[in-house]
Structures are given as structure tokens and as C-alpha cells.
């Protein structure tokens, strides 16, 4: 039997993405990934969103997607775009790059930090108790951990076995998307009619091309060859003489949430706990935003510098997000109905997205900036993503982002106020620094200007200092354990 801290079930951004974090934490994981390598069928997901990207430059490794994807201004409700170069991130935009070049720069990452992944076989099967998780594999290995992570997708096992229900609604839609040659040129384009939204482009290559078409909801076997020329012809009158199909596949509007991400030392993460339409283009982002809230959460755990209560609050911040993003699709998707009365509701919502505050608004729900976990009353800041300020410390200038890299939280404390958190310096970094600007978020705008900032491992505030220390030592204890006791030798905390 292999031991780990922790096992994850599936190699895809968002097991990848937690992996990396725990690795990063110095947590013992492994991956498991049914997949021989990282090959994608399909290009899949084609973008990441701007809290996405901003969580990727939190720990020094967006460069490599921003050098191969393109960035585009907007944001998509339905077939709206939302433009969001005015809001205040570094990351502006939607980065265009399909799933394939995603999860490879990914694997990059995991193998850099040492991750083993264990391919070709699945999770089937798995006991917990009070002190861990026994987990079988598809090939009678077993394995024992701390906690399993299912990011197994949307048919998740792990979810299954755990017993958690899969609330929601069965499809009201069913999509055939493709990727192949044409003898024809095709109508590239959006096509609208009665049953929805249809759409055709060409791949980076200029000859292939990748199609979705809206078809009747349907159950059962795989679509076929000739599925996709009917479907063809019945949209567009033609099958553009379509031939080498490299991916065929069908995808539906199905929307269901675990209503639990949590069973004792098993955890749920990405598709495994949210699936929906792929409008909008949420999934993929949402998954890996999960893995950023969990991964410091769980390392502190598994370390013993925090309870394993601390794993609640991962239920607590990221169902209630999951379930916008739910409820944000399925608009979205009434949205792209062709009838004449959703034609009518398209065009009135059309003209209030127009307008400044509903456009920041739905452009703040999509783009992933406007996320509020619920700390408790305060400052605007307190539950929100901490801006990239470019702010002057002893050691010289640098960017708040670049404070994160390590994966640690951190007290950035501003101007002359004094802070003293000695019981905590093995976990948390006290950064002394200067700014003078001001302070803007998305879709809020302006917010008064803090004398002090904790900040969680993901990012997110914690605490908000005005003047004063004032439920400072709460939050630390409530985010990063209790205050250590003076000691000489080894210290404290995560090593």
C-alpha cells in the first residue's frame, strides 16, 4: 500500500491546479489521471477569465499562457459582449487558448514541483475512517491518505462513492460539437433560429473547423458521422462536405451541484461538484479558482497548523459561487433561445447591458472580479480579491502579486501603523510598504484606502485594518491557526 498526504482523483486543470498548490506547500500529493498522457480530445474550453488569470499571476506563472493566447476585451452574456478594458486588473480580458495548451502548461508546472501522476487507471473505489481515506484503483492498487480530492468530472466516482447527491435539472438542450475538414467553404459565423444558437469557425491551422450545432435533447449512444451531417444540413441546408472528423461529441445544458463539497475527509472540486452549459465559458475557471481556495486550506490541515474545521469554509465560500455560475448559465442560456418571445427578452436585456452599471455588474459575475465570500461585516475590502497594487517596501518596489508566489499569506502593512504578530511569523509574511494611490475594485469602484491588509494564500482579504489592530489576532487564528508558543529550536508552523 502507497501512502500520501493527500490523493486527487483526476489530472485535469483542476486537479493539476491543486496539486500544485499543495506541492507547492510542500504537501505530499499524488495524482490520479486515467488519461495514458495530457492529450485533450477537442479543443474544449477556449478561454481563461480575468480572476483566473489574476490567480495564475499570484504565484508567478501566467506568463507562459499570456505568451500563447490571445486577449480579447470582452466578455460574453449569451451572445452579448460585455466590455471590461476599463476594469482594474492587470488582466483585462478574456485569453483566448484552448484547453490543450491550458493543461499542458500546466503539467509543466506539476512536473517542475515534483508531482507524481498515476496514469491509466481511475479511482473506483474508496473507505475512510477518523484518521484517513483507503482508495482503490481501477488496477486493485490501494492506497492510503489523509483525504481524497475527486476532480474527476462531471460522472465523478469519487461524488458517488461519498454518497453526496447531484442536485438540479436534467437538459433542456443538447449540442453535437465538432472538429474536422470541409470541401465547402462554411458559413463561419453565429447562425440563429427557432431551436437557438448555432456556430461555425476555423481552427488556428485555417483549414479545420470547429461547429456546434443546437439539436433536439437526446439520450443514449455517441453521436455519429451522420448524426453531424444532419444536423448540418438542417441548419445550414448543406453538409459542406464535411470529412476527417477528429472529434465528435455532444454536450448538453444539464445543471447540477453536490450539495455538499465536503464528506469528512473527502472533498469535491471543478466538474465533480458543478456541471452546467459551457456558455460563457465558466467551468474550466471555476475549477481551478476551487483549487485555489482548497489547496492552502488543506495544507494547513494536513500540516496540524490549523484544525480540520478550517475545511469547512471551502464549502462554505465556493458553493454559494458555484451556484451563481449555475444560475448565470442557465439565463444565459434561456437567453439563446430563438422563439419570438426570448427575441423580445434578448433585445430588452441587450439595452439594460448597455448601461454602465449592469454591464459592470454581469461583466463582474463572468469575469470572476466581483466574487464576496462572507467574512463578516467591515470594510468593503474584507472577502474580496486584493488588487495588484505596485507598492514600495524596504527592499525596493514591487507588485502585491509577486507577494503571493509562495502560496503564504500575508500582513501588507501601509504607512506608520504599528502591527505586531511575532506568535505568527512562521506562517504568515509581515510586509512593511508604502502606497499612495488609490484603491479601486471591480464593479465597486473607489473604496477607502486601508492602513493594513491580511491576505489569504488565494488572494483574498482577511482582514482590514483602519487605524487600529483591531480583530487582527481573530483572523489569524481563524485563517492560520492559534498563535504558536515561544519556543527555542525549531519553529512552528509550515515548513
Known amino acids: 500500500m502507497m501512502n500520501h498526504a493527500v490523493v486527487i482523483a483526476g489530472g485535469g486543470p483542476t486537479g493539476m491546479m491543486l496539486a500544485a498548490e499543495l506541492a507547492l506547500l510542500r504537501v505530499d500529493v499524488v495524482i490520479v489521471e486515467r488519461r495514458k498522457n495530457q492529450d485533450v480530445e477537442g479543443s474544449r474550453a477556449g478561454g481563461l477569465h480575468a480572476r483566473t488569470l489574476e490567480e495564475l499571476d499570484q504565484r508567478g506563472i501566467v506568463e507562459p499562457f499570456l505568451t500563447q493566447g490571445k486577449t480579447i476585451p470582452t466578455v460574453f452574456f449569451s451572445t452579448m459582449a460585455l466590455d471590461i478594458s476599463d476594469f482594474p486588473t492587470r488582466h483585462n480580458y478574456v485569453l483566448a487558448l484552448w484547453q490543450e495548451r491550458i493543461e499542458r502548461i500546466l503539467a509543466s508546472c506539476v512536473s517542475e514541483l515534483g508531482v507524481p501522476t498515476i496514469r491509466e487507471r481511475d479511482v473506483v473505489d474508496f473507505t475512510q475512517d477518523d484518521s484517513g481515506v483507503d482508495v482503490v484503483l481501477s488496477d486493485g492498487t490501494t492506497m492510503r491518505a489523509k483525504y481524497l480530492v475527486g476532480c474527476d468530472g462531471g460522472r465523478s466516482v469519487v461524488r458517488k462513492k461519498a454518497g453526496i447527491d447531484f442536485a438540479g435539472w436534467d437538459p433542456s438542450i443538447s449540442y453535437l460539437i465538432a472538429e474536422a475538414l470541409m470541401k465547402d467553404e462554411p458559413a463561419v459565423g453565429i447562425r440563429r433560429d427557432e431551436r437557438g444558437i448555432h456556430g461555425m469557425g476555423k481552427l488556428e491551422d485555417g483549414k479545420r473547423v470547429r461547429m456546434v450545432l443546437n439539436t433536439a435533447p437526446t439520450q443514449g449512444a455517441p453521436p455519429t458521422e451522420d448524426d453531424l451531417r444532419d444536423a448540418l444540413r438542417a441548419v445550414y441546408g448543406t453538409d459542406y462536405g464535411v470529412h476527417d472528423i477528429t472529434w465528435l461529441s455532444r454536450f448538453t445544458d444539464m445543471t447540477r451541484q453536490a450539495v455538499s463539497y465536503r464528506e469528512r475527509r473527502v472533498l469535491l472540486a471543478g466538474d465533480a461538484a458543478h456541471v452546467h452549459s459551457p456558455t460563457g465559458g465558466q467551468g474550466l475557471n471555476i475549477g481551478v479558482q476551487d483549487a485555489m481556495n482548497l489547496g492552502w486550506k488543506l495544507a494547513e490541515v494536513v500540516h ?13 465560500e465556493r458553493h454559494p ?9 442557465m439565463a444565459m442560456t434561456a437567453l439563446g433561445r430563438g422563439d419570438e418571445r426570448t427575441n423580445a427578452l434578448r433585445e430588452s436585456v441587450t439595452d439594460m447591458l448597455a448601461m454602465a452599471e449592469p454591464r459592470k455588474r454581469y461583466a463582474g459575475i463572468l469575469s470572476g472580479l466581483d466574487v464576496h465570500y462572507d467574512l463578516g461585516a467591515g470594510h468593503p475590502l474584507l472577502g474580496r480579491r486584493m488588487p495588484d497594487l505596485e507598492v514600495t517596501t524596504p527592499s525596493g518596489p514591487t507588485r502585491v502579486f509577486s507577494l503571493l508566489h509562495r502560496a503564504r499569506p500575508v500582513l501588507l502593512v501601509l504607512g506608520d501603523q504599528s502591527v505586531a504578530v511575532a506568535a505568527w511569523s512562521n506562517r504568515v509574511d509581515h510586509i512593511n510598504a508604502k502606497y ?13 484606502a486601508p492602513t493594513a491588509v491580511l491576505i489569504r494564500p488565494d488572494g483574498y482579504v482577511a482582514w482590514v485594518g483602519e487605524g487600529s489592530s483591531d480583530g487582527l489576532h481573530q483572523a489569524l487564528s481563524r485563517w492560520f491557526g492559534e498563535a504558536a508558543l515561544p519556543v527555542t529550536g525549531e519553529p512552528h508552523g509550515i515548513r
Open 321 to 329: 459561487v458555484g451556484a451563481r455560475v449555475l444560475r448565470t448559465t
Open 436 to 448: 499612495t494611490g488609490t484603491w479601486e475594485l471591480p464593479v465597486l469602484g473607489a473604496v477607502a
Open 304 to 316: 496540524g497548523t490549523s484544525p480540520d474545521t478550517l475545511l469547512d469554509s471551502y464549502h462554505a
